[in-house]
Structures are given as C-alpha cells and as structure tokens.
C-alpha cells in the first residue's frame, strides 16, 4: 500500500511537472512574437533592458514573499557579473536588436539552438568528449540554421544576415555561460541566482537604451501597454517561477526537452498573429532545430 500510495504521488508530481513545464514554455514561445511586435512601439534596447528589469524586482519579490535570501557573499560578485553579461546581457541587447530584421519564429529557432553550442563548448571546457548524439545534434543544427538562412534564395540580404549572426552570437553566449557556470558555479539558490542575472544584466541594456534611443512612451497603445505587461510579468516573472518549480518535479533532461516547444510556439504564433511565413523551408528549419536540441539534451 505504501508503495502505491509512492507511486501514485511520484505521477501527480511528474504531471504537476508537466503542467508546469508547459506553462513555461508557452511563456517564452510566445514572447518572441510579442517582442517583435513590441519593436514597433519602443526601439529594441530600451523595449528588453526596462521590461527585463522590471522582471527582476517582481522575481525579487516573489523571492522575498517565499522567505528565500538575495544574499550574494563578495567572493562571488565577479563571476555572477560575468556570467549576467553572457547569460542577459548578450541575449538581450543581440536578440533585440536582430528582430528588427528577422522574423519572430525565425530568431527562436535560431536562439534556440544553445544547448547544441553548449554541448560543443564543454568539451573544451569540461573535457566531455563529443560522443555520437552530440555530433548528431551539431549536424541538425547547422542543418536547421542553413535552411533558415537560405530559405530566401541563394542571395541573403545584409540586414537578415545581420540578425542572422546577432541572434546566434546571444545563444553561443548564453551556451558559453551556461558551461562556465559547471566548471566555476555560484552557489546561490537557481532563483535567486536567476532574479540577480537578469537585474544586472539588463540594468546596462536598459541605461544604454534610454540614453541613445528615443522613447516615446506617450505614443505607446493599449494593446502595447498590455504586451508589455505580459512581457515583463510573464517571461521574468511566472515563466521563471514556473520552471524552477518543474525542475523540482522532472528530470533535468525531460524538463530541457519540453523546452523544445518554445521555437514551436514562436514559429506558430508569429505565423498566426503577425503574418510570417509557414512554408516547407520553415518547418524543415524547425524540425531539424528541435531534433538538434533533443539530441543535444539527450547527450
């Protein structure tokens, strides 16, 4: 009976998870869209430093409310700033800018890709070896990233190959950052870690993009004052929350998996709600990036 009642409680949590899970990834799958959109209300740094640290302090609070510390010890300032920097910084700034030329699903897709670089980093790094899958998951990377940015001809225009390689230059940061973070780690709490990265890292985006841009926040509609709201709460706030909560339930590998539906989600909401194409070359694209990052994970 004991054993049943374990059983029965390990697949409520396992589905909890789950629920959990995907409630993250739709948070972040749909965000792609609602940035891109939301560039044509703010300019793009502006738009990613104010929501994201906006996001930080509402994660903050949430922090504070379940009785957990933001206590950083010094020793372990400069390496939460670096890893701030490759983690938020890059991301943010590059990512921004890049939907200004690329479409909402074609930036997930490629951003997407950072388990794969992350994979390929630790061998230097970690000394982990490539085995088999990870190659694999290199080849349907480069695969996916190849059809994205032929899918307009043989000819490829400035501006996308420009976001083209902002895009992908913020995954292989992230990827960066997450593998040094496994060979010199912050031992702080994953929230509490998370909460600092995002503040201190889109504190300067945020900064550079209200002293070099022009922001009109007067000229900013309903419906952008509301997608801002989802873009600050949702993706800083309850997706994070959210997925902290589903690492706690499934394991690391299942959990990074379901996140494949991210790319998913931004490829089908920006067809959908900003008219980008959805045509063969996408879905090729797409299902070699999301077959790349299984690998990846799976390895």
């Known amino acids: 009976m004991a054993g049943l009642t374990s059983a029965r409680g390990a697949s409520r949590a396992t589905l909890v998870g789950l629920a959990l899970l995907l409630t993250t990834s739709v948070g972040w799958g749909f965000n792609w869209p609602v940035t891109k959109y939301l560039l044509s209300e703010l300019p793009p ?3 990613r430093g104010v929501t994201g640290v906006a996001g930080a302090l509402l994660l903050a609070v949430v922090l504070a409310a379940r009785g957990q510390s933001l206590r950083v010890a010094r020793p ?39 388990p794969v670089w992350a994979a390929l980093l630790a061998w230097p790094i970690l000394g982990e070896r490539p085995t088999l899958l990870r ?9 996916g990233l190849t059809v994205i940015l032929g899918s307009g001809g043989f000819s490829v225009a400035p501006d996308k190959l420009a976001g083209f ?31 600092w990265q995002i ?28 997608l801002l709201g989802y873009a600050t709460v949702m993706q800083f706030c309850v997706a994070y929350v959210t997925w902290f909560a589903a690492l706690e339930r499934l ?7 379901g996140t494949t539906l991210v790319p998913v989600i931004g490829v089908v909401v920006g067809a959908v709600a900003l008219g980008e194409p959805l045509g063969i070359s996408q879905t090729v694209a797409l299902a070699c990036t999301v077959l790349g990052v299984a690998l990846a994970t799976r390895a």
Do not use: Q
């Not at 701030?84 to 890709?113: F, K, P, Q, R, S």
């Open 135 to 143: 190659v694999a998951a290199l080849v349907m990377a480069f695969g």
């Open 76 to 114: 372990l300032w400069p390496r939460l700033c670096v890893y701030a920097v490759l983690n938020v910084t890059c991301w943010m700034a590059l990512m921004g800018i890049a939907l200004l030329w690329l479409g909402a699903g074609e930036a997930a897709m490629i951003a997407y890709t950072m």
């Open 165 to 195: 390689v902002m895009v992908l230059g913020g995954a292989i940061a992230f990827a960066l950052g997450a593998v040094l973070s496994k060979r010199w780690p912050v031992p702080l709490p994953a929230m509490t870690s998370a909460a």
């Open 199 to 226: 503040g201190l890292g889109c504190l300067p985006v945020g900064i550079a993009g209200l002293l070099i841009e022009h922001s009109d926040f007067s000229a900013i509609t309903s419906l952008g004052w509301g």
């Open 251 to 257: 394991p690391a590998s299942m959990a990074a998996i």
């Open 45 to 47: 740094l502006t738009l």
